[in-house]
């Protein structure tokens, strides 16, 4: 019953799956049907003995899977902070003036970002599997291999706080552009450092285990005697081996399950292909439209995005660019593209002002407002930000668009289940995603804000 249960579950979590990539209820919900196939299969071939020798070896995939962004996007912002004011304090410390933003260090020749990399929540996913596989293979105790766990945290942070301190003051030195080469190789530092300490803290509790480890083989010999003593007779004199018309049925369902899970997970995507692709089939061809900079304005001047930017975010195409107009406004835009693909989806809507800017210190004042504005007739769904500065408040206007989408409206970045389940029932799926940023300073009252973004997009929109 459990066996079919998952393989049936198999089925509506592919389709789901195929259509939402990035949603990590669904990647649990497989990774879990797929160890729960593994462990009962596992289970009828060795009994539950066998199985509980070799429950870790399958569950231990599950940490591969990526943890809930509930979880996820508290603790990196948490973590990210906390090395950002730590790293703040060492390098005073060793004479370097430096003063926090959010997740961004000052220093004299500029700005260091600490970044999501840095803030100690990768460090801590791979001691988090070191420290597990440690206390596997040494056969820890459960009190120790939590111990190992907390020790591997405390590392992840202290060794990230060292690296971060490092990249601060060879900043602050040799400029930030000498970061570029410094920061690969203090990565792959810190980990064989946590990968080192978390080995040898792992050897010190199995050195302190006061009970030994008895050889499976000796209580196995033990158990066949015992039961060769107690087996009753039959009236031959000899023990009653042979199994009974019912448990042959049973290990014959057993032996032909392997093939029927096999082509039933075959059949399943197989089906999930056919399925998007006759909806496909139907679709109309994609709305696109892109940014053109004007030429009649001076100030108008290109920013070229950063390698590492172009790493994090994986686009096909950007554009970024900044310029003023009387008498003391300031705009930027930036444009990025994705071709359709399975990975377009979470890259487009991993980053958005309400993420990226709160980053940088800089405070949410009100709630994102979400309008159709009509521009060379396209309605674009864009959502408004205002964001508390020194200087006056920053107005931000974001659009995220699906170049195949039915309709246009903000719901494509909205993550209720409603919107989860549509595009699997409409057959949508790795659609072209584009998202475009305009951000205004210098313009207090919303209403002029509102009226400034239309006429420059008026200017920027290209269909």
Not at 111 to 138: H, K, W
Not at 392 to 420: I, M
Request: one cysteine or more.
């Amino acid at each position: 019953m459990l066996l079919g249960t998952c393989a049936l579950a198999y089925l509506p979590t592919r389709l789901i799956q195929e259509a939402n990539p990035e949603w990590r209820l669904v990647s649990w919900a497989l990774g879990l049907e797929v160890v729960g196939l593994t462990l009962l299969w596992v289970q009828s071939i060795v009994g539950p003995r066998g199985l509980m020798r070799s429950a870790f070896a399958i569950c231990f995939f599950l940490v591969a899977v990526p943890w809930p962004t509930i979880i996820e996007g508290p603790l990196i912002q948490g973590l990210t902070r906390a090395n950002a004011a730590t790293t703040v304090e060492v390098i005073n410390l060793l004479g370097v003036p430096a003063l926090q933003h959010g997740n961004v260090i000052e220093v004299g020749t500029g700005m260091v970002g600490v970044d999501d990399a840095c803030s100690g929540i990768r460090s801590f996913q791979a001691t988090l599997m070191i420290s597990l596989f440690f206390g596997e293979l040494y056969r820890l105790t459960a009190l120790r291999r939590v111990s190992c766990v907390l020790a591997g945290f405390g590392l992840s942070l202290v060794f990230n706080v060292g690296r971060t301190t490092l990249l601060t003051w060879v900043a602050a030195h040799k400029g930030i552009a000498a970061i570029a080469s410094w920061h690969d190789p203090a990565g792959v530092t810190i980990l064989v450092g946590c990968f080192v300490c978390l080995w040898f803290i792992a050897l010190s509790a199995r050195g302190k285990a006061q009970t030994a480890v008895t050889p499976v083989g000796a209580h196995s010999r033990g158990s066949l005697k015992f039961a060769a003593c107690q087996a009753p007779l039959s009236a031959s004199g000899q023990g009653d081996a042979a199994p009974s018309h019912s448990a042959r049925q049973t290990q014959l369902a057993w032996r032909s399950a392997p093939v029927a899970l096999l082509a039933w997970l075959v059949l399943v995507e197989v089906g999930t292909e056919l399925w998007y692709r006759a909806h496909e089939a139907h679709f109309g061809p994609p709305v696109t439209w892109s940014i053109a900079l004007p030429k009649d304005i001076a100030s108008m001047r290109e920013i070229p995005l950063s390698e590492k930017t172009r790493r994090l975010l994986r686009y096909d195409e950007a554009l970024n660019a900044s310029w003023r107009e009387p008498p003391n406004t300031r705009y930027q835009v930036v444009f990025l593209r994705w071709n359709a693909g399975a990975t377009a989806v979470h890259l487009a809507r991993g980053h958005t002002p309400e993420v990226c800017l709160t980053a940088t210190d800089r405070e949410l004042v009100s709630k994102p407002e979400m309008r159709i504005v009509v521009s060379k007739g396209l309605k674009l769904p864009v959502q408004s930000y205002v964001f508390k500065e020194e200087a006056g408040p920053l107005h931000v206007y974001y659009c995220l668009w699906e170049d195949r989408a039915p309709s246009k409206s903000f719901t494509t970045t909205s993550l209720s289940y409603q919107n989860r389940f549509e595009p699997v029932l409409a057959g949508r799926r790795h659609l072209g995603q584009r998202s475009l940023e305009l951000a205004l300073w210098g313009i207090p009252d919303d209403e002029a804000a509102q009226a400034a973004f239309e006429r420059q997009l008026e200017k920027l929109i290209r269909p």
